[in-house]
């Protein structure tokens, strides 16, 4: 286990409404990245935050939006669903130095939207 | 320049067989290449990276090859187990913290 963790496991939500993702951080851990992962498909970037700042973002809308707490605890939330977001949420918490190097991203389990 | 091609789709390899994974990219300012192990309804999971300044790593039954040359990276599977039984992805870094991923590789290991 990485110490990572998501809320809601699953999610099922309409096309045209809100929703709010949660992550909390591997102890430590100052950096999250937030990944969405079609059926199938390997993970795509949507966006990190670094010391509550965003720190690079994917080709991603911007109804993908996102925040980091002091406690580096993390949420990202998607405006105006389409079914297309119907996927796999992950979040990766890191050590990071917000300069430019890489540092080992550890997984939670992901959070399962469906959006009808 | 952004993308991580990775090979074969799926595999099946016997119980004690080697598996092999291969992946390949473009933009030579990648500097961190991790493999990721993903169990059905889990998060991947980390099994070994590498960075270009050497050419091969090993942990435990998992050796990662890396070409920078070639611009090709490949994850062994020695004495493969039915557990390793999995979608395996390999990944590559542009910089910090952005990971870009191959399309993964689903393995069956037949016992």
């Known amino acids: 286990e990485t110490g990572v963790t998501q809320s809601p496991t699953h999610l099922i939500k309409t096309r045209g409404q809100q929703v709010t993702l949660r992550c909390s951080s591997q102890s430590g851990h100052n950096t999250v990245s937030w990944y969405q992962q079609a059926l199938g498909q390997g993970p795509q970037f949507i966006f990190q935050y670094y010391r509550e700042e965003e720190n690079g973002r994917g080709n991603f809308p911007p109804r993908f939006s996102g925040l980091q707490f002091p406690n580096y605890s993390s949420e990202l939330n998607v405006n105006a669903l389409e079914l297309d977001d119907s996927a796999l949420y992950l979040c990766?918490?890191?050590?990071?130095?917000?300069?430019?190097?890489?540092?080992?991203?550890?997984f939670g389990p992901g959070t399962r939207l469906t959006v009808l | 320049q952004q993308q991580v091609k990775q090979s074969p789709q799926s595999l099946i390899v016997q119980k004690g067989g080697i598996s092999i994974i291969n992946c390949a990219y473009e933009n030579t300012a990648f500097d961190y290449f991790p493999w990721y192990q993903q169990f059905p309804g889990k998060g991947p999971a980390l099994l070994i990276a590498?960075?270009?300044?050497?050419s091969e790593k090993k942990e435990g039954r998992f050796t990662i090859s890396f070409n920078k040359s070639a611009k090709q990276f490949s994850l062994h599977i020695m004495d493969s187990q039915p557990g390793d039984s999995a979608t395996y992805f390999c990944?590559?870094?542009?910089?910090?913290?952005?990971?870009?991923f191959g399309q993964g590789t689903e393995l069956s290991v037949k016992p």
């Open positions: 590498i960075r270009p300044d050497v």
């Open positions: 990766a918490s890191s050590l990071g130095s917000g300069r430019g190097s890489t540092d080992t991203q550890y």
């Open positions: 990944a590559a870094s542009p910089e910090g913290g952005k990971l870009i």
